[in-house]
């Protein structure tokens, strides 16, 4: 069976914990952030895990990750 490409574009944006979840940088930080308050702001810095539903698909695009 030939090897399979990983997604590139997902490789950069998913990172894989120890225990295999996927953490995700919160969205909603790119621009227009002017008229978000201060602590909306701070506690999207904060990383996330992706959802299960959503990690199933994930790890298709990631094979080695």
């Known amino acids: ?5 990983t997604n590139r574009s997902a490789a950069k944006r998913f990172k894989r914990t120890k225990t295999g979840k996927l953490k ?3 969205a ?5 952030l ?3 308050s201060r ?3 701070r506690n999207l810095r904060k990383g996330s895990y992706v ?3 959503d ?10 990750k």
């Open 28 to 32: 909603g930080r790119g621009h227009i």
């Open 1 to 5: 069976m030939p090897k399979l490409k």
């Open 55 to 64: 990690q199933k698909k994930i790890e298709k695009i990631l094979p080695y």
């Open 51 to 53: 959802s299960s539903a």
């Open 34 to 36: 002017g008229k978000m």
């Open 39 to 41: 602590k909306r702001k």
């Open 24 to 26: 995700k940088r919160s």
